[in-house]
């Protein structure tokens, strides 16, 4: 049985491939699509997660892993942060000599027998760099540099085309070392393999910062700097295509998989789940709002985005819409500007502290969210919002779990019921329409035995709301995009050429086949843990 070579295109958008691949501009995956067993693949509620990295490199679904959101909340403390890996890699004890390159929330650590290295540069890698054997990353490093586009990897450059220039070049850049690091670490450093995963993070990062650039429909298209991030997107899908082109070719022997777990498309998520929700939350407990608009960005029409400077941070711009705290403004007001300058120290380093003695390394501070502006109120509040990624979440604030808990257990169903009828409420001031697609209890049948990872509520949002009006709690916003890409694409998508399958479309299946099919193909028995069933089985 032949080797397995599996590429994982993080983020790939395989409407947009299909585009530039029929357009030419992809001829490296014209070839492989043409050679391959060809797959759409469906991830579910579960790409609702932002889990997608993890449901691949454990082989788990979130039920299996009991695992449905990267942020955790701690009902004890009421601290919430982005949590890393937290399930051992699908291969840590399959029969098989596996080598890895930059995969996502692969935990080398809980897979003793598999070599290779993660988070050289990776979108949301979930774990901390490091390599096996030990030496490997800096050997690569000297060899083919630091990862070349560290700034991009979370960038949001569509105010400015220059930005989104720099960004195309910079992720194009890095998948092309990628290439060649890939091909030195399976050909010469690491050459004894049979199943050998590479991860690109670049896709992610291009789709959620450029998107617009390639969506005629999206809000922002019409923007002169749009042109600039279209091209960069197509630069990134064509560096892409030269790495296929070049691991093919090198390893021609190997049963070859290229797949994205889910699809991508316009962002629906950044700020009504980051602030709106939150906000409105805090106006539903307290009657009065906390965060104001800037000024800036109430000349509007109700219906165009408003929209960003050049230079302008959107979280630095949002912050300006909240309260200080009440500490800064004593330092603000009545202190020199020597001893401000001290107090204001010693009050990041207390909150640096306050946040390191919740953390470990695999924890992420999420302080940046506005959504964490809140978590001041939220032992007050029967309901609030908590920081999200992707759908809106709520949180009861239930007697018996939340160490603080406002709403009886009698009270829970109502609770929600109220909160519902809360969010429904609201209108897209640019459509005149609701602001909800969708609205999930997701621990109605029992709120006590909710993980940390779940929520009491969470919301589909119809569309992008940048703004809610509330016929009694008024309107919020309307605030500027922040990423314009997410994950709302129909499909992702597998290309296998291998011996065993015939060239052609198989339909739809699970995005949780493609574990099982790799460990099929390295000719080992599925563990019983892993999700999904093979796509080689029909």
């Known amino acids: ?121 990776l979108h949301d890698p979930g774990v901390a760099a490091g390599s096996r054997p030990a030496e490997l990353m800096a050997e690569l490093c000297a060899r083919f540099g630091d990862y070349p586009a560290d700034p991009w990897i979370y960038g949001i450059p569509w105010p400015s085309a220059e930005a989104s220039r720099e960004m195309g070049r910079a992720l194009t850049r890095a998948i092309d070392v990628r290439a060649e690091a890939a091909c030195w670490l399976l050909s010469e450093r690491l050459p004894d393999w049979d199943l050998a995963l590479v991860g690109l993070g670049e896709p992610h990062s291009a789709c959620e910062g450029l998107w617009h650039g390639v969506d005629p429909s999206h809000p922002l298209h019409h923007l002169p700097a749009s042109g600039a991030a279209g091209a960069s997107i197509r630069a990134v899908y064509q560096a892409i295509d030269r790495l296929i082109g070049k691991l093919t070719n090198r390893f021609a022997d190997a049963q070859f998989v290229v797949f994205t777990m889910g699809g991508m498309g316009g962002n629906q998520s950044d700020v009504p789940s980051m602030l709106l929700l939150p906000e409105l939350m805090y106006r539903h407990a307290f009657g009065s709002p906390w965060f104001t608009q800037p000024a800036r960005w109430r000349s509007h029409d109700g219906r165009s985005p408003v929209l960003l400077s050049d230079t302008e941070r959107w979280d630095h711009g949002v912050a300006e ?74 949180r009861v604030n239930l007697v018996g779990r939340e160490s603080s808990g406002t709403v009886e257990a009698a009270n829970y169903r109502t609770v929600l019921e109220e909160t519902e009828h809360v969010i429904r409420a609201c209108i897209d001031p640019a459509t005149g329409e609701s602001v909800v697609d969708g609205i999930e209890f997701p621990a109605l049948s029992d709120p006590y035995a909710m993980t940390p990872s779940q929520s009491d509520l969470t919301v589909a949002w119809k569309g992008s709301p940048l703004g809610f009006v509330h016929p009694s709690l008024g309107r919020i916003g309307p605030v500027p995009y922040r990423r314009t890409g997410g994950h709302t694409g129909r499909y992702g998508m597998a290309y296998l050429r291998a011996d065993c399958c015939a060239a052609g479309d198989r339909g739809v299946r699970s995005s949780f086949d493609v574990v099982p099919m790799l460990i099929e193909l390295v000719g080992q028995p599925k563990p019983r843990a892993i999700s999904g069933t093979s796509l080689l089985q029909r």
């Open 321 to 394: 819409g909240f309260p200080e705290s009440r500490a800064r403004k004593v330092a603000r007001r009545v202190l020199p500007r020597s001893i401000k300058a001290l107090i204001h120290a010693a009050l990041d380093r207390s909150a640096a502290a306050r946040e390191q003695s919740q953390s470990s390394p695999e924890r992420l501070s999420l302080d940046w969210m506005p959504a964490t502006e809140y978590r001041r109120f939220w032992r007050a509040m029967s309901v609030f919002g908590l920081p999200s990624y992707n759908d809106g979440r709520l």
């Open 1 to 121: 049985m032949s080797r397995v070579l599996a590429i994982f295109l993080d983020g790939f958008e395989q409407v947009l491939g299909q585009r530039l691949m029929a357009a030419g501009e992809m001829p490296e995956m014209s070839r492989l699509a043409a050679s391959s067993s060809r797959f759409l693949l469906d991830h579910g509620p579960a790409q609702r997660t932002g889990l997608a990295g993890e449901h691949f490199a454990s082989g788990l679904a979130p039920d299996a892993a009991q695992r449905w959101n990267t942020i955790h909340f701690d009902p004890q403390s009421y601290a919430v942060w982005q949590q890393g890996a937290q399930s051992p890699p699908f291969v840590a004890n399959l029969n098989c000599r596996t080598v890895v390159f930059d995969v996502p929330h692969f935990d080398l650590n809980a897979a003793p027998r598999v070599n290779g290295l993660v988070n050289w540069g």
